[in-house]
């Protein structure tokens, strides 16, 4: 099976990433991305490249690979994106990663793309800057240095969150609880105490879940895509009969007050770590602390899963007030991760000029799209506030 096998070879790496896997390939693929798996490996003590625009690739050892996305922009002309990778076994492997690097380079070059785009997660830095526990990764700093010298960018269009909150799941849960600030345990316990009652949803909710993304996404003030797109991503995690050591998976917990919904999540697990992606909630009994107890048991099933880190998935830029995300900073932050810096998303402007000319005009259609879209979703928030 094709998903079957890209996925094992980015099981056999200690970062194997969400976003790189066959059912990220497959969703995307649905939405105008030609997918394209790349790995790296040992042939003969060479290191040799294969490519394919299917995951069915059978090689062991492998040492890096990516998925990359391409989409065609205009007359012919494409972009490429590889979101979250590369991924390398061994990234302190200076001759590795600038092979890969070369590679891709080339590959967007061979395919008469205007760049190609990487976000892999390196790790630059832990803790807040600035605070007594900030520590800085010499390693992920070096990388840096290395792709502005071989002609990459730091991205103007940071499409996935640079930094995040990592939770460390090895503990028992006990200890896990104890290393929360005493006002998150407080509300964790509060909206049990207020008659918030959890439980696992089904691919027949997935409807009402989008509503109540809609309703919190206007709340928020942050735009979504389009019911369809959100369907098709959850089901495709969601599917039976996928393997659960191998594939990725996602699980939809609702939090509800008297029988009905007031809050939601969608988690998902890959190679032994958890990501919340995607949570709702409704104004109504927001004093019952819902939010609080679903990423609770978002914790409580990551763990019983195997799952060894729960990613919060996204943190401020800037750890200050002036950051969009402070609000949300402040309540992850009760939940005793630990701030993780990475390198962002990096650009390797193969057709310079028209790179240039591009990266102008992208915000200008993205706020157009947004504006459609966010009349999509009014639509939409309308029918969740009546849940």
């Not at 990234?91 to 070369?102: E, G, H, M, P």
């Not at 792709?147 to 896990?176: A, Y």
């Not at 495709?236 to 029988?259: H, L």
């Not at 995607?278 to 914790?299: F, N, R």
Request: aromatic share 12%; proline share 4%.
């Amino acid at each position: 099976m094709a998903e079957y096998n890209w996925n094992k070879i980015l099981n056999s790496f200690p970062e194997a990433h969400l976003l790189q896997s066959a059912q990220w390939a497959e969703v995307k693929g649905q939405y105008g991305w030609q997918p394209f798996f790349l790995v790296w490996h040992r042939g003969g003590g060479d290191l040799e490249l294969t490519v394919r625009t299917d995951g069915d690739i059978k090689i062991k050892n492998p040492t890096a690979a990516a998925l990359v996305l391409e989409r065609k922009a205009f007359r012919g002309i494409s972009v490429m994106y590889v979101p979250k990778g590369p991924i390398l076994r061994d990234w302190s492997d200076k001759n590795l990663r600038q092979r890969v690097i070369t590679d891709l380079q080339e590959f967007a070059k061979r395919a008469g793309a205007i760049q190609i785009k990487i976000d892999p997660d390196l790790v630059v830095g832990k803790g807040v800057p600035g605070e007594e526990n900030e520590e800085t990764d010499q390693q992920g700093i070096e990388i840096t240095h290395e792709l502005k010298r071989s002609g990459w960018r730091f991205s103007p269009d940071q499409i996935q969150f640079r930094n995040t909150f990592l939770i460390d799941l090895h503990p028992e849960e006990d200890d896990i609880l104890s290393r929360m600030k005493s006002k998150t345990r407080y509300n964790i316990r509060l909206a049990s105490r207020k008659g918030i009652t959890i439980r696992y949803g089904d691919l027949s909710e997935l409807g009402n879940l989008y509503k109540m993304y809609a309703e919190t996404s206007l709340r928020g003030g942050f735009t979504i895509r389009g019911e369809e797109y959100y369907q098709n991503l959850w089901q495709a995690f969601m599917r039976e009969n996928q393997d659960p050591v191998i594939d990725p998976a996602a699980q939809s917990i609702i939090a509800e007050f008297e029988g009905k919904p007031v809050a939601g999540a969608v988690m998902f697990r890959f190679g032994g770590k958890a990501w919340y992606l995607h949570g709702m909630s409704l104004p109504e009994h927001s004093d019952k602390m819902a939010t609080y107890l679903i990423q609770w048991e978002g914790m409580r099933w990551a763990k019983e899963n195997g799952c060894t880190a729960y990613d919060m998935w996204g943190a401020p830029d800037q750890f200050d007030k002036s950051d969009s995300m402070w609000g949300v900073y402040r309540f992850k932050s009760g939940f005793g991760g630990g701030v993780v810096r990475t390198i962002g998303a990096w650009d390797y402007p193969v057709k310079p000029l028209v790179y240039k000319l591009y990266t102008r005009l992208l915000p200008i259609i993205l706020n157009a799209l947004r504006k459609i879209g966010d009349s999509k979703t009014e639509s939409a928030a309308a029918e969740g506030r009546n849940l």
